[in-house]
C-alpha cells in the first residue's frame, strides 16, 4: 500500500484476507509506488493497494473504492469549482504515494492550469502542516484531512471530484484466485457476506 490508502479500506482488507485464507498472516509493507509495482514484479507481494491512476503493466486489477477530494484551506463548507482553487501555489507530495500524478492528472483532463509550490511535501501530514503556515493550498483525499481543518468538496462542473483505489495482483500468482476473492469482497458497495463471497468462483477481472 501507498501512505495514501485510508484505515477503512485497509481494515477491509484485512478482514476480507482473513476470511479467504484463514489461518495465514497477513503483511502490510508501506512503500512509494514504484517500489511497491517492482516488488510485485518480482513475487515478492501478492497484491497491491494503490490509487487507481493507471501506473503499472502486466497486471491485473480491479476498483476497490474511491472517496471524495476537499481543498484546504476552506472558508466555508460549500463546494469549490476545481478551477477556482488556482489562486494561491498547490503543495504536493512526492509521487511516491499516487497523490501528485493524480493532481496533474485532473487538472490535466480539466484544461486548468495550476501553480505547483517549489517545494515537495513528504506526506499528507506535512502537506496540512505547510498549508497552515500559509505557504499554499492543498487537494487531499477526505479521509487524510484532519477534522479540525477548514476543507471544501471539490468539484468539476458540479459533479464532485472523487479518487479512485484498486487492487493489483500478477496473473500467473499463485494465490491468484484468493486475490480477486478479495478484490471482489472490497469491490462490493452493499458489503455481502465474506462468507457467501468467498465460496463463490473467483470473478475474471
Same mark, same amino acid.
Given at each position: 500500500m501507498t501512505s495514501l490508502i485510508n484505515r477503512d479500506l485497509i481494515g477491509r482488507a484485512f478482514e476480507a484476507a482473513n476470511v479467504i485464507a484463514p489461518g495465514h498472516g497477513v503483511v502490510l509493507r508501506a512503500a512509494g509506488l514504484t517500489d511497491l509495482h517492482l516488488a510485485l514484479a518480482d513475487a515478492e507481494l501478492d497484491l497491491l493497494l494503490i490509487p487507481a491512476i493507471g501506473a503499472g503493466h502486466d497486471v491485473e486489477r480491479a476498483t476497490v473504492g474511491q472517496e471524495p477530494m476537499a481543498f484546504i484551506p476552506g472558508t466555508s463548507a460549500d463546494p469549490i469549482e476545481l478551477r477556482d482553487t488556482t489562486d494561491d501555489p498547490l503543495i504536493l507530495p512526492t509521487d511516491a504515494c499516487g497523490l501528485a500524478p493524480y493532481t496533474r492528472r485532473v487538472f490535466a483532463e480539466s484544461n486548468v492550469t495550476f501553480v505547483p509550490y517549489?517545494? $515537495? #511535501?513528504?506526506?499528507?501530514? =506535512?502537506?496540512? /502542516?505547510?498549508?497552515?503556515?500559509?505557504?499554499?493550498?492543498?487537494?487531499?483525499?477526505?479521509?487524510?484531512?484532519?477534522? $479540525? #481543518?477548514?476543507?471544501?468538496? =471539490?468539484?468539476? /462542473?458540479?459533479t464532485p471530484l472523487t479518487i479512485g483505489y484498486e487492487v493489483c495482483w500478477r496473473a500467473s500468482s499463485p494465490v491468484r484466485a484468493e486475490v480477486a476473492h478479495i478484490a471482489a469482497i472490497l469491490a462490493n458497495p452493499l458489503h455481502a457476506s465474506l462468507e457467501s463471497i468467498s465460496r463463490a468462483t473467483p470473478p475474471s477481472w
Open positions: 517549489a517545494g $515537495q #511535501a513528504h506526506d499528507c501530514r =506535512v502537506i496540512q /502542516d505547510w498549508v497552515e503556515l500559509g505557504l499554499g493550498s492543498a487537494m487531499l483525499p477526505r479521509s487524510k484531512v484532519d477534522d $479540525q #481543518a477548514r476543507a471544501r468538496p =471539490v468539484h468539476v /462542473d458540479d
